[in-house]
């Protein structure tokens, strides 16, 4: 079953993604640790993970099969330490405070924490992340924080204009040469996130089945 919708979703993906240049991000979140071992099995590779103690079992259970961990949820700062210590990805940096102690606490055996910021693209007061005005003064801060390298930017627009959105992310990462990743799009609108440049697309509901 995994592996079947796994595959629609990768056909999805492909149909779309001219350059191959689209990961897939399996979202994993309460799903128990034998689905992820299907996907696995069926060639995914990397997962993303809101909530901390689930996901640090996981990354127990599974070690060894050559994966890459994503952490998407909302952070608070009493998790940034085992955040630094067992994830490759940190996608929902939304504010400088929580980039800090993810650099202080980076363990330095290991490589650089690859980091995006989450922007807050509509500016909903729901959602977190940075706005868009935000932005230049806290990648101007960034700089300092060695132990971390920031790639890019990862949005949850809101689903009744997301391509707008997209679009609109796309215009702001093109303003930082530096930069080169976008995480957007979810199962409902991953064309059109492709389509105006993401990197990654994160996907739950469509390879693991509704959540609970
Ligand atoms: C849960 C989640 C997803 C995946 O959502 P699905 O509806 O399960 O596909 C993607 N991105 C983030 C940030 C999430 O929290």
């Not at 890019?152 to 990743?181: A, W």
Request: glycine share 6%; charged share 25%; hydrophobic share 40%.
């Amino acid at each position: 079953m995994i592996a079947d919708r796994l595959q629609r979703v990768q056909a999805r993906i492909k149909a779309v993604d001219k350059n191959q240049q689209v990961t897939l991000i399996a979202v994993s979140k309460t799903r128990p640790v034998a689905d992820l071992q299907q996907a696995i099995n069926a060639g995914q590779r990397h997962f993303g993970e809101n909530y901390l103690q689930e996901a640090l079992d996981k990354i127990e259970v599974l070690q060894g099969q050559g994966l890459i961990w994503h952490f998407i949820g909302a952070i608070q700062s009493n998790k940034t330490q085992q955040i630094a210590q067992h994830f490759d990805w940190v996608q929902s940096i939304d504010r400088l405070k929580i980039a800090k102690r993810l650099n202080d606490q980076r363990p330095k055996d290991l490589p650089k924490l690859k980091v995006l910021l989450q922007v807050n693209i509509d500016n909903e007061v729901t959602k977190s992340g940075v706005s868009i005005d935000e932005i230049d003064e806290i990648i101007t801060q960034f700089k300092g924080l060695t132990n971390l390298t920031l790639k890019g930017f990862m949005c949850i627009p809101n689903p009744d204009n997301s391509e707008q959105s997209f679009t609109k992310m796309r215009s702001v990462l093109n303003q930082y040469p530096d930069l080169d990743v976008l995480s957007m799009g979810m199962s409902y609108d991953l064309e059109f996130a492709i389509e105006n440049g993401a990197s990654f697309v994160r996907i739950g509901t469509d390879i693991f089945g509704k959540r609970d």
